[in-house]
């Protein structure tokens, strides 16, 4: 026995006939043709908007964090570094370091009116936008 070639114009794998295996199945029918559609928009996740947004609210932390914690850690290293400076008395008798420590909870109420006045400012608005594109595409996801 002699081994032959396939044809060329045949192709070599059998599980892809270019004809039908048994003449008596119907020919297969071709792929309906697909209208072309613009490409899906960027998944939100992976959207420029929520970096924006990330970066934001990561600077408002930082900016009311370090207002209330150095004020406070001014503090500590006064009392630790400068005594006397801390028992010096300013008025009445009143010594520094009391008026320093009673001064700590007005700067912790000025951390917090930084932390709203940024988030009014910055932080909100963008939330807001990112808020309405996603309104907006979930209910252009639900037309489709």
Same mark, same amino acid.
């Given at each position: 026995?002699?081994?032959?070639?396939?044809?060329?114009?045949?192709?070599?794998?059998?599980?892809y006939p270019n004809h039908p295996t048994y003449p008596w199945q119907?020919?297969?029918?071709?792929?309906?043709?697909? +209208? *072309?559609?613009?490409?899906?928009?960027?998944?939100?996740? %992976?959207?420029?908007?929520? !970096? /924006?947004?990330?970066? @934001?609210? #990561?600077?408002?932390?930082?900016?009311?964090?370090?207002?209330?914690?150095?004020?406070?850690?001014?503090?500590?290293?006064?009392?630790?570094?400068?005594?006397?400076?801390?028992?010096?008395?300013?008025?009445?008798?009143?010594?520094?370091?009391?008026?320093?420590?009673?001064?700590?909870? +007005? *700067?912790?109420?000025?951390?917090?009116?930084?932390?709203? %006045?940024?988030?009014?400012? !910055? /932080?909100?608005?963008? @939330?807001? #936008?990112?808020r309405r594109q996603t309104e907006l595409d979930a209910r252009r996801?639900?037309?489709?």
């Amino acid at each position: 026995m002699s081994y032959d070639p396939p044809h060329p114009s045949y192709p070599s794998h059998p599980t892809y006939p270019n004809h039908p295996t048994y003449p008596w199945q119907p020919p297969t029918p071709a792929e309906p043709i697909r +209208p *072309v559609r613009r490409p899906p928009r960027e998944p939100l996740g %992976h959207h420029s908007d929520l !970096r /924006v947004l990330r970066t @934001a609210y #990561r600077w408002q932390r930082r900016t009311a964090t370090l207002t209330a914690l150095g004020y406070f850690t001014l503090f500590l290293v006064l009392s630790a570094c400068a005594p006397g400076f801390m028992t010096s008395t300013i008025a009445d008798g009143v010594p520094a370091g009391l008026l320093l420590a009673l001064l700590q909870l +007005p *700067v912790t109420w000025c951390a917090i009116a930084l932390y709203e %006045h940024t988030a009014r400012r !910055r /932080v909100d608005p963008l @939330a807001d #936008r990112i808020r309405r594109q996603t309104e907006l595409d979930a209910r252009r996801g639900a037309a489709r």
